[in-house]
Nanobody, 125 residues
Framework: VQLQASGGGLVQAGGSLRLSCAAS????????MGWFRQAPGKEREFVAA????????DYADSVKGRFTISRDNAKNAVYLQMNSLKPEDTAVYYC???????????????????WGQGTQVTVSS
């Protein structure tokens, strides 16, 4: 599967952005999809993930209550709605796919075999 992330940009603290990830391939609906982010000088970290059916989601503690992940299997797309953005959310955001065949969600980036190119999110204070 090939992934293309978009929707990043510059926003003031407290603002919102919606990231999108378009996927190619007929088996998109069998993949757990995740969002990760990487700030300068830091490790890539888990943000959110959603199971193949959309019935199971998980979030990093730092974004719970502010971010929402969703997917549309008919459109081969996954989204990340980001509200109440903070300067510490500034990073390059990556979408990733993990072929699990189940509703299992992993927070471990090494379990995700497919990655998009990343989209920059900058939150100004």
């Amino acid at each position: 599967v090939q992934l293309q992330a978009s929707g990043g940009g510059l926003v003031q603290a407290g603002g919102s952005l919606r990231l999108s990830c378009a996927a190619s391939g007929r088996t998109f609906s069998t993949y757990t999809m995740g969002w990760f982010r990487q700030a300068p000088g830091k490790e890539r970290e888990f943000v959110a993930a959603i199971s193949w059916s959309g019935s199971v989601t998980d979030y990093a503690d730092s974004v719970k209550g502010r971010f929402t992940i969703s997917r549309d299997n008919a459109k081969n797309a996954v989204y990340l709605q980001m509200n109440s953005l903070k300067p510490e959310d500034t990073a390059v955001y990556y979408c990733a796919a993990h072929r699990t065949g189940s509703s299992y969600i992993s927070k471990n980036r090494y379990n995700y075999g497919y990655w998009g190119q990343g989209t920059q999110v900058t939150v100004s204070s």
